[in-house]
């Protein structure tokens, strides 16, 4: 995918939010976010980098307060919050720990994670956390291109290139990296200790593969350590 800088601005608004024209950007007292114009590209795929392709109604945050508006939508291949400026013009936040975006009331925002290469690197990406407290459940929405395949013999099939989801959960404590998580039984009572959880999970009937769920149980672990 080709890209070309570009400066896009947006209008400060001191209280509440404001709808902004992305078309029309340039007014007094700015805060400017610098972006990319992204060329769309025709690749044939199947499937979509996108969960949901239509652009929404969202908020840009800065350091959680929310700052503009306008139609938002989330690029899980690359990880990038999209903003729509015109028919077919859209163009990407620059990604920075301080600028976070909400999209249909689900928040996109930066974390520091490890890679679950041998080697541990810490990387950047957008998670949706799904709970409060020092111990949160984050979301990592995401997808890849899978290479297609060309038939190597008259019995054989091509498959196309094709999008795939492959998200996933981690665990943040604290400011460390998050980790890979699995919404298991086993996971939670090796992360959290199982005499901690346990006959909050038994007494509550929680299925630790349900989100719903897993988001109680880090709601009790924050709650009653913060109560000691």
Do not use: C
């Not at 091509?158 to 943040?172: G, H, K, L, V």
């Amino acid at each position: 995918m080709n890209y070309k800088l570009n400066i896009l601005t947006f209008l400060t608004v001191t209280a509440g939010v404001a709808q902004i024209s992305f078309t029309n950007p340039d007014h007094g007292n700015v805060v400017s976010f610098q972006t990319k114009q992204i060329e769309p590209t025709n690749i044939e795929a199947e499937g979509s980098p996108y969960f949901d392709e239509k652009f929404k109604y969202g908020q840009i945050l800065m350091n959680g307060e929310p700052k503009t508006a306008g139609n938002l939508r989330y690029n899980a291949v690359n990880s990038e919050i999209e903003l729509q400026k015109g028919e077919k013009e859209y163009t990407a936040v620059l990604k920075r720990n301080y600028i976070s975006a909400r999209i249909s009331n689900r928040l996109y925002k930066l974390y520091p994670y490890l890679d679950n290469s041998n080697d541990k690197t810490t990387r950047i990406g957008y998670f949706i956390p799904l709970n409060e407290g020092e111990v949160k459940l984050l979301y990592k929405p995401e997808k890849k291109l899978r290479r297609g395949r060309t038939a190597s013999t008259n019995y054989d099939k091509s498959t196309p290139p094709r999008f795939i989801d492959i998200s996933s959960y981690y665990i943040q404590k604290g400011d460390n990296p998050a980790e890979r998580f699995y919404l298991r039984k086993g996971s939670f009572y090796d992360l959290l200790g199982k005499d901690k959880i346990k006959e909050f999970v038994k007494a509550n009937k929680l299925k630790l593969n349900k989100e719903k769920d897993a988001i109680k149980v880090m709601q009790y672990i924050n709650e009653t350590t913060s109560a000691k």
